[in-house]
């Protein structure tokens, strides 16, 4: 089955404790991206990556790290999270971005931060 | 940056009613697309729709960029349908960037 899995579904952390989401595909996209949802604010987008080892950062980049090193993950690092980053993360593909193909989403991560 | 405006914010339907929910963007853009985001809080990609008309089962949407709009026409609506609907657009130029709007809030009753 096509699909974009994150893991893991909740996270309770504290604050500065290193963490990281992972995230990976299996319809060989080139294209993915992760987005934070808040309330009020909507979905935006924090970092995106059109290839391997090519990454930009998108509206929220502040206080977060990605990496592309192979095609199919593409994981989130937050390396001192803060009260502030407590957020429902999103990673998201598409094949070559969503300028020409439709952005597929996974299931989410509630991230809660002490 | 690009401003998407949604609307209505809320909506709340009787099964089987009609609806229509409205994007409206303030730039050209390259494309758009249509999100069902479910009451777990999955987001579903309903349409890839940067012009014109498409149609998926009960759900239809319409872009009309040349006016910086595109609709979302839901019928004979179910309490499966309930949830937020997205539209996200990625300006002209914009480098595969889509921007989300705030969502309509669905919420169809028996």
């Known amino acids: 089955e096509a699909q974009v899995t994150q893991n893991p579904r909740y996270l309770i952390t504290v604050t500065g404790k290193k963490l990281t989401v992972t995230c990976s595909q299996n319809?060989?996209?080139?294209?993915m991206s992760w987005y934070r949802q808040d309330p009020g604010l909507g979905l935006r987008q924090i970092y995106y990556?059109?290839?391997?080892?090519?990454?930009d950062k998108g509206d929220v980049p502040e206080g977060y790290k990605v990496s592309r090193k192979e095609k199919r993950n593409f994981p989130l690092i937050l390396e001192s999270p803060s009260p502030n980053q407590t957020s429902l993360y999103f990673c998201?593909?598409?094949?070559?971005?969503?300028?020409?193909?439709?952005?597929?989403f996974g299931s989410g991560t509630q991230l809660s931060v002490l | 940056g690009i401003q998407v405006e949604q609307s209505p914010p809320d909506l709340i339907l009787q099964e089987g009613a009609n609806s229509t929910l409205r994007c409206n963007f303030s730039?050209?853009?390259?494309?758009l697309q249509w999100f069902h985001q479910n009451p777990w809080g999955q987001l579903i990609n309903l349409f890839y729709?940067?012009?014109g008309t498409k149609q998926n089962g009960r759900l239809s949407a319409t872009t009309v960029a040349t006016e910086r709009y595109s609709l979302l026409y839901i019928s004979s609506s179910q309490t499966t349908d309930s949830g937020v609907y997205f539209c996200?657009?990625?300006?002209?130029?914009?480098?595969?960037?889509?921007?989300f709007g705030t969502g309509t809030q669905l919420k169809v009753e028996l």
């Open positions: 319809m060989n996209h080139e294209y």
């Open positions: 998201a593909s598409s094949g070559w971005g969503p300028t020409n193909e439709k952005l597929f």
């Open positions: 729709i940067p012009s």
């Open positions: 990556s059109m290839n391997v080892e090519v990454t």
């Open positions: 996200a657009v990625e300006r002209t130029g914009g480098g595969n960037k889509l921007t």
């Open positions: 730039d050209s853009v390259n494309n």
